[in-house]
């Protein structure tokens, strides 16, 4: 197990909230579901600022984007539904009916299904994208919360708080093929970039587990952190962002040695994090802000204040 700490950062830069038109950037747009706001707010990036606002319902909880960019997939929790959002027209095209209280959505690389957790059913429900259907519907273990695809498609991956599992799914028969067993309080996933590893945060002990997809088993327990609750990893593969519930900040883990090496103060009770370039972006729902995180300095250089009303996650699309 591996605990060691060697950066601790605490820079902030805040800047204010302004509206903006929509504009061409090299800078991602960023989504963001406000769970108690009724709301998503489009950030441009490139000004910091929110260039619209799109209502829905309250409250709001995982988005998705399909891979072009067009379509917005959000989990609306209390109407046990998802909304289909036009990115072009930042209006809502179609409502999905789907299991009980879904949390989380994942969208495939080819971009023909979303997979959807619903944690009060203990299933996951298939959309297929060109029909907005669902198409199948599988049984997880007790409270899905999370889920990752790998990144060929051929699998998903989908956490099980309650029962402290994994559920393998193959896309192909939308069945499971495997359950694993993991560490107490699983709350996240994401599947290494070669596929051979998954990242598993487990907030009742701490812990990010490392799991080998070939046996299901963990090969590596990495201990030091604070009810992880999300995770995202650079585009190289190298670092692993872990956003921790109960400290109001991010640890960055070397995928290679399996350490902590910074520790980044960011809002209060972080919930989401992704990174485009080198940029890690992280919603803090009760800091009602987004934090972005330079990666190669583990700074904070910029935070859009008044995002939202309990900003719960954050998808980026050009």
């Not at 990242?199 to 088993?217: C, L």
Request: charged content about 5%; proline content about 4%; glycine content about 6%.
């Amino acid at each position: 197990m591996r605990a060691r700490n060697t950066t601790t950062v605490f820079c902030l830069r805040v800047f204010a909230f302004t509206a903006t038109a929509l504009a061409v950037s090299a800078q991602p747009y960023g989504y963001v579901s406000n769970e108690m706001g009724d709301n998503i707010s489009v950030v441009n990036m490139a000004t910091n600022s929110i260039s619209a606002e799109i209502p829905l319902s309250t409250p709001l909880n995982g988005l998705a984007v399909t891979p072009n960019g067009a379509y917005l997939y959000v989990a609306e929790q209390s109407l046990n539904s998802v909304a289909v959002v036009s990115t072009a027209t930042n209006s809502v095209v179609a409502t999905i009916p789907v299991g009980s209280a879904p949390v989380q959505i994942a969208i495939t690389p080819n971009g023909q299904a979303a997979y959807v957790v619903n944690q009060q059913s203990d299933n996951v429900s298939v959309i297929n994208t060109a029909t907005n259907t669902v198409v199948d519907t599988i049984t997880v273990g007790s409270k899905p919360v999370g889920l990752a695809i790998a990144p060929a498609g051929t699998y998903v991956l989908v956490v099980n708080l309650l029962s402290s599992t994994i559920s393998e799914i193959s896309t192909s028969s939308n069945s499971v093929r495997a359950t694993w067993t993991t560490l107490s309080g699983p709350s996240a996933v994401i599947v290494g970039l070669k596929g051979g590893t998954a990242y598993v945060a487990n907030q009742y002990n701490n812990s990010v587990a490392v799991h080998s997809i070939t046996t299901g088993d963990i090969v590596e327990t990495i201990t030091g952190f604070a009810a992880p609750n999300a995770l995202a990893l650079t585009p190289n593969g190298a670092y692993l962002y872990v956003t921790n519930g109960n400290s109001s900040t991010v640890s960055v883990v070397n995928t290679a040695t399996g350490e902590i090496v910074a520790t980044v103060l960011v809002g209060e009770l972080p919930t989401s994090v992704a990174v485009f370039g080198s940029t890690a972006y992280v919603t803090n729902a009760l800091g009602y802000s987004l934090s972005e995180i330079d990666t190669a300095t583990y700074s904070v250089v910029n935070t859009l204040v008044h995002i939202g009303i309990y900003p719960f996650s954050i998808v980026l699309t050009n």
